[in-house]
């Protein structure tokens, strides 16, 4: 939080449907993550970014798609192809180079019915 | 995969000092030790992290052994707003070859804190 934002905070969508989820921060930091948490469980990594144009996967990729065109911004596509996509959504950033604290966004609850 | 173990829960008596333990016994010469906690249903909030020498800002203080193995997060005086799952989680201070710096959150401490 603290210069995060994440858009909206709660999201319903029909089984079958892809949902972009927004992440935008005004830190000016280069690197972007995209965060997934279960019910009782902790983060699991889903995609990251440590420069413009540039992302890699995470530990969880399948099913997701995301884009990196301004430093600003790192949106998270949700698509019909992730199996179990009900979930709760973390974005965090940081400064690139080792050891930089990560800040989170307050998440998106994703809820497909 | 989290490297520290965690009581499962604790309760505290508003005012008081909140005293969060943390094991981290295979935790290497450069990994820190960064403490989050994440109140229901928001984002995972920074409170404080250390390598070796004990650091205090605006929210907390943070105890580490000498030998690193454990270390412990305080809060001074609890309020009913700290009551939250905190995580104490442990880090390389360098990135990884080929890797992303994805944090590993294990189950944490769910801190009740009472009136």
């Known amino acids: 939080d603290g210069g995060i934002t994440q858009s909206p905070k709660y999201l319903f969508r029909k089984e079958g449907q892809n949902v972009t989820l927004s992440c935008e921060q005004n830190l000016n930091h280069d690197a972007m993550y995209w965060y997934r948490q279960d019910p009782g469980q902790g983060l699991r990594l889903i995609y990251y970014?440590?420069?413009?144009?540039?992302?890699q996967k995470g530990d969880i990729a399948e099913g997701y798609s995301v884009s990196r065109e301004k430093k600003e911004s790192f949106p998270l596509t949700v698509t019909s192809a992730q199996k179990n996509p009900t979930a709760f959504y973390l974005c965090a950033s940081s400064a690139t180079g080792g050891g930089n604290t990560q800040y989170f966004g307050p998440g998106t609850r994703l809820t497909v019915l | 995969d989290a490297k520290t173990t965690q009581p499962t829960s604790m309760d505290c008596a508003e005012g008081r000092a909140a005293n969060l333990p943390c094991n981290h016994s295979t935790i290497s010469g450069n990994e820190y030790v960064y403490w989050y906690r994440q109140i229901h249903s928001q984002g995972p909030q920074y409170i404080i992290h250390g390598l070796k020498n004990n650091e205090t800002n605006e929210m907390a203080s943070l105890i580490i052994t000498e030998d690193r193995k454990s270390s412990t997060l305080i809060l001074p005086h609890a309020t009913l707003r700290d009551t939250a799952v905190y995580y104490c989680?442990?880090?390389?201070?360098?990135?990884?070859?080929?890797?992303?710096?994805?944090?590993?959150f294990g189950k944490g401490t769910k801190l009740t804190v009472n009136p």
């Open positions: 989680i442990v880090r390389s201070s360098s990135s990884p070859q080929g890797g992303s710096e994805k944090l590993v």
């Open positions: 970014s440590q420069i413009v144009n540039d992302f």
